[in-house]
Every structure is written in C-alpha cells, then in structure tokens.
C-alpha cells in the first residue's frame, strides 16, 4: 500500500487550473502527485473543485491551464475511453436494457477480446463483489447495493490501473455504505490499483483512504493522512470541516518556540501550539478536539490547562457521554467521554472544571 507521494508518481496534475466562463476559476493552480497503489480521497463541500477535478483526470472536463500526467504521460488532449481508466459513479450508470453479465462484457468488447477470455474476467469480477450469481439479471432486478456492486465490477473487469469513484455510496443507507466501504478499500489494495475517491462525507474519506486532500474554494487545503489530518489541522477550514471540534476566539500575546500563549476574547488566558499564527497581537482561532478535554478531575495532567464551564446538556451515546459546555463565552463546547463505570454523569447547570493539554490545542488562522 502506497502511502508517500515521494515515491514515482503514477497520478500528477501541474498547476491546473478550470473556469467554466474564462474569469472565475473552479480549481486554482492545483498540483497533486500520487503514487501507484495509493487509495486518495478528495474531500470537500459542495462547489469546491473535487468533482471537477475527478471529471478532468477522466476527460469528461478540459483543463484551462497546466497538465495532467497518467504514469508519465500527458493525457489532457487524449479523449477519455482511451486513457484506460475505469469509473464508478452515485447513479451507477448500468444499460438497464442488458443483462449484468452484458453490462460487464461491454468495456471488454469495446477493447476487442474474445468471448473466452471476455467470460473469463467477467466470472472473475463478478465474484470479486460476491455477485458471481447474479449474471443473468438486468439491472432493474436488483436492489441499489447489488446494483452498485455491479458497477464496481464492471468498472474492475478490464483490469485497470486507476479507478475513479465518484460518491458512489451516496444513494445507499447506512450500514450498506459501510460494508461497501470495507469491500472497495480491501479490493483496491488486494488488486494493488490506484483509486481516486470524491466524497463530501468526512467519516468515509478517514476510514477509506491513504491520504485525503480537503478541497476548499478550488483549492486543496492540506493534504495528509486521515490520522495527521484529525490530529494536525493546519488550518480553521480543516479543523472544522473534519470530524467534530471546539473552537474558542481570541488575540495572540507571546510566541515562544512551539508554545503561544493566547488571551480569549473572555479574558481567558490560555497556551497553545502556534500552528497557523505568526505574531504577537495576532486574531486567532484556538481549536481543541472534544476527546482531548476531561472533566474528572483525577484524570487530570498536573500541567493541564483548566477553565471553568457549565454544563448545558448532557446526552448518554451508548459508548460515550457527549456533554456540551457553556465556556469562555462558547455555549457549544463540546466534551466527549468514554462511558467507563468510574465516568461521573452530570447534570445541566452544574459548575464544573474542563482541562487539557497545551499540545492538544492549535492555534489557527482567525
């Protein structure tokens, strides 16, 4: 499993650009490099540029500007059924008047293969998603999540190198998206294939891929590993659009190495580290994930930061307990606890004291 872009890369775009009416650009100045065999998610709200990026490594969009190279070799004049590229889409995109196993066989005639041969991988794809009984049905016969499956194999059964998945689990429910979830990524890396995945639901693009790229307002915001994304957010677009996060306001006051200390706009004196800050009397907004904070004062690290809080709902999960806090003026501060038997249950309008450590909290762009 590829997880470096330091390794040869297999998937580039150079400085690509993409405007639909000549002055607004959709992607700006994007450069991207992925290895062979890496699964790379692109993440994003609605109108950031994932999908049009998707859409021009396909060729079904051409870029304004810059260049686009497939193991080495430009592909931006070269039209999309030529570049060997397999794609899985929301909507499936099954020819609902052929059979499953005709649906399959139509890339492999497409490329010319003979009818052994053509069976042969469709058996083989077929089984792949555990649909190896289903070859005679037509698409209308199967349920969204068979009918997806299909898709999936039809877009593996020329043995590609490079998939394109565009929010493919997006119509299925729940606990379907998830086993479907566990399956793509487990075939991707069984079959050793590199995968472009566009998603906007967060929770799919930590557990799915090597790397995610946060698209925001056509450009990618950071780049990283899903764990160093949650834990490391390099900027307040990244911390608050991946997973849940407490964000308190105020003004740098010192800078010290890997240290700052912060005063919040409710007089609050706190330290951080200095992750998006560069100044002293500099806006920022301090981020804290809501696991990293602790009420029980026992659990509490001698070198913890605390501050006062009150407590606004408390809502029993099952696993956890989320507790949400009124804090240093925020009345949004969420907590999240283990549900352990020596985890104290609290009661709205109770005064309590939160803390956590300096190195948990970042100091990020106002």
Same mark, same amino acid.
């Given at each position: 499993?590829?997880?470096s872009? /330091?390794a040869?890369?297999f998937?580039e ?6 405007s639909y &009416?000549?002055e607004?650009?959709? @992607? =700006?100045?994007l450069?991207l490099?992925m290895?062979?065999g890496?699964?790379?998610?692109m993440?994003?709200p609605?109108g950031?540029?994932k ?7 396909? #060729?079904?969009?051409?870029?304004t500007h #810059?260049?686009?190279?497939?193991? #080495? ?5 070269i039209?999309?059924h ?5 794609? @899985?889409?929301?909507?499936?995109a099954l ?9 399959l ?7 010319k293969?003979?009818k052994s041969e ?5 058996t ?7 649909? !190896?009984?289903?070859?005679g049905r037509?698409?209308s016969q199967?349920?969204?999540?068979q $009918?997806?499956r299909?898709?999936?194999?039809r ?13 493919p %689990? #997006?119509a299925? +429910? =729940? $606990? ?5 979830q566990f ?11 590199t ?12 557990t799915?891929?090597?790397?995610v790229?946060v698209?925001e307002?056509g ?12 834990? =490391? ?8 659009? *991946? ?9 740098? $006051?010192d800078?010290?190495? &890997?240290v700052?200390?912060?005063k ?11 992750v ?10 301090v981020? *804290? ?5 602790e009420?029980?004062?026992?659990r509490?690290?001698?070198?913890a ?13 099952? +696993? ?13 501060f @969420?907590?999240?606890?283990r549900?352990a038997? &020596?985890q104290r249950? %609290?009661?709205? !309008?109770?005064?309590i004291?939160?803390g956590?450590?300096a190195? /948990?909290?970042?100091a990020?762009?106002a």
């Amino acid at each position: 499993m590829a997880t470096s872009a /330091d390794a040869a890369a297999f998937v580039e775009f150079e400085r690509v650009q993409k405007s639909y &009416d000549g002055e607004t650009l959709v @992607v =700006k100045d994007l450069n991207l490099s992925m290895p062979k065999g890496e699964f790379l998610t692109m993440l994003g709200p609605s109108g950031s540029g994932k999908t049009t990026c998707l859409m021009m490594l396909a #060729g079904f969009e051409t870029a304004t500007h #810059g260049d686009i190279r497939l193991d #080495g070799q430009p592909i931006n004049n070269i039209p999309p059924h030529k570049r060997g590229i397999g794609m @899985v889409f929301q909507n499936y995109a099954l020819f609902p008047h052929m059979t499953v196993a005709e649906n399959l066989s139509f890339p492999l005639e497409v490329r010319k293969m003979g009818k052994s041969e053509r069976e042969e991988k469709i058996t083989r794809a077929l089984d792949m998603v555990q649909m !190896g009984a289903f070859g005679g049905r037509r698409p209308s016969q199967l349920s969204g999540g068979q $009918q997806q499956r299909i898709a999936l194999a039809r877009a593996l059964v020329f043995e590609p190198e490079l998939v394109l998945m565009d929010e493919p %689990l #997006g119509a299925l +429910d =729940k $606990q379907l998206r998830e086993t479907l979830q566990f399956e793509i990524t487990r075939l991707a890396h069984d079959l050793g294939i590199t995968v472009v995945y566009v998603t906007h639901d967060q929770t799919e693009a930590l557990t799915m891929s090597d790397r995610v790229a946060v698209f925001e307002a056509g450009r990618i915001q950071q780049l990283a590993p899903p764990d160093e994304l949650y834990e =490391k957010p390099e900027n307040s677009f990244v911390a608050q659009f *991946i997973g849940e996060n407490n964000t308190l306001e105020g003004v740098v $006051q010192d800078i010290r190495g &890997d240290v700052c200390t912060v005063k919040l706009d409710s007089g609050d004196i706190i330290d951080a580290k200095p992750v998006n800050v560069h100044t002293v009397g500099e806006r920022t907004k301090v981020s *804290i994930r809501p696991e990293r904070v602790e009420y029980n004062r026992e659990r509490l690290s001698a070198d913890a930061h605390t501050l006062k809080a009150e407590v606004l709902e408390f809502i029993y999960m099952g +696993d956890i307990f989320r507790t949400r806090l009124r804090v240093a003026g925020n009345d949004d501060f @969420v907590v999240k606890t283990r549900n352990a038997p &020596d985890q104290r249950r %609290l009661q709205p !309008g109770e005064q309590i004291e939160i803390g956590w450590l300096a190195e /948990d909290c970042r100091a990020l762009d106002a």
